[in-house]
Antibody, heavy 118, light 107 residues
């Protein structure tokens, strides 16, 4: 079955960077885009961007454009999301998702809590 | 960016109730709308795609309708497992945008 397994919780200081991984299994990794969203405590979902594992092409939300990078390592079927210049309002759960054409986000990782605190 | 607005923000209902949640888009998105269910501490789960199509394994008491700018998610007969947060999302264009969520609570 399709699975997306994310890396564990992180605690970072303001100004630092975080890199979250998302290991895919159960399907052909290169066939479908991986997207990332985040959710602050008690808040809604905020879309951050997408990456095509086959081509490496990416598209980012304008809000994160300057400080987000989405990459992949096809040899280990893993996608990565790196966010730099962390501030306290970046404290949130970060999710990776597989995007299927017409269905949208059918499979989600379990989420990674990133806490930014001095 | 396309704004997605859900109503109500919170809904109190009883087991067996018929419940409807509304989602409005700030511009036409054709039928490119998904609905997700989220329970505390869990990732969202896809319920409905392309406005009215039930994802595999989702109970038939859920249904979605609408096109253009106005959409609804309906529960024909609310069950204990249905108390959760429901969020709509447009995928007509980038950036993808979500509604703020509707919390379905026990009355």
């Amino acid at each position: 079955q399709v699975q997306l397994v994310q890396s564990g919780a992180e605690v970072k200081k303001p100004g630092a960077s975080v890199k979250v991984s998302c290991k895919a299994s159960g399907y052909t990794f290169g066939s479908y885009d991986i997207n990332w969203v985040r959710q602050a405590a008690g808040q809604g979902l905020e879309w951050m961007g997408w990456m095509n594992p086959n081509s490496g092409n990416t598209g980012y939300s304008e809000k994160f454009q300057a400080r987000v990078s989405m990459t992949r390592d096809n040899s280990i079927t893993t996608a990565f999301m790196e966010l730099s210049g962390l501030q306290s309002d970046d404290t949130a759960i970060y999710y990776c998702m597989r995007r299927l054409p017409e269905l949208e986000f059918d499979s989600w990782g379990q989420g990674t809590l990133v806490t930014v605190s001095s | 960016d396309i704004q997605m607005t859900q109503s109500p923000s919170t809904l109190s209902a009883s087991i067996g109730d018929r419940v409807t949640i509304t989602c409005r888009a700030s511009q036409s998105i054709s039928s490119w709308l998904a609905w997700y269910q989220q329970k505390p501490g869990k990732a969202p789960k896809l319920l409905i795609y392309k406005a009215s199509n039930l994802e595999s394994g989702v109970p038939s008491r859920f249904s979605g309708s609408g096109s253009g700018t106005e959409f609804t998610l309906t529960f024909s007969c609310l069950q204990p497992d249905d108390f959760a947060i429901y969020t709509c999302q447009q995928y007509d264009s980038y950036p993808r945008t979500f509604g703020q969520g509707t919390s379905v609570e026990v009355k």
